[in-house]
């Protein structure tokens, strides 16, 4: 009888699918170099997709598909480096993949999403920290939501290991690379 009635409940249930506003988002990372300060970089292509059970984000399914090849540092010889077999290998790979596999609802303000994220082919399993910023209602009738999110991975474990270093030990690039956003969506009609 429960099964029934769970049935029922999830049929009454819209899904609701949620498209990246790419001139509001922003996802950007930084690591150490020669241990003494960070270098600041970001993609500026990407598309994250989300579907929700209607407008509950506990439920989400999140997919992010991330260009390697549009990694901007600022710094053309620098990205290309990045672009090569040494890190990305942005010619083979060419693409960067996140899927959620489970979204955990700290309180009305932050989540823990865990998922898969696959660099050069190998996927690992990462967690990212939250912050929902709110959903408003658009002077032009769309529906919109926010979040902002933080985390951080060892480039080692997917193969980015190029290194050099330094005379007094230090690497010429940090092991860890935080991992930042703000990510606004929209909702589709």
Request: proline share 2%; net charge negative.
């Amino acid at each position: 009888m429960s099964t029934q009635l769970n049935n029922t409940v999830n049929e009454n249930i819209t899904s609701t699918a949620w498209s990246l506003d790419p001139a509001h988002s922003r996802l950007e990372f930084s690591a150490k170099h020669m241990v003494i300060s960070s270098v600041k970089g970001h993609f500026d292509s990407y598309n994250v997709n989300v579907h929700t059970d209607g407008d509950d984000f506990k439920t989400a399914e999140i997919e992010v598909t991330i260009d390697a090849g549009s990694i901007n540092t600022g710094n053309k010889d620098r990205d290309n480096h990045l672009k090569s077999d040494d890190f990305f290998n942005a010619e083979k790979y060419p693409a960067m993949t996140f899927k959620a596999s489970l979204v955990r609802q700290i309180d009305e303000e932050h989540y823990t999403v865990v998922g898969y994220l696959t660099i050069r082919g190998i996927s690992k399993p990462i967690e990212l920290d939250v912050e929902y910023g709110g959903t408003v209602n658009d002077p032009w009738g769309n529906t919109r939501t926010g979040f902002s999110l933080r985390g951080s991975i060892d480039r080692f474990d997917y193969d980015l290991k190029w290194n050099a270093l330094m005379d007094t030990g230090g690497a010429i690039v940090g092991k860890t690379i935080k991992i930042s956003g703000d990510i606004e969506l929209v909702k589709q009609k």
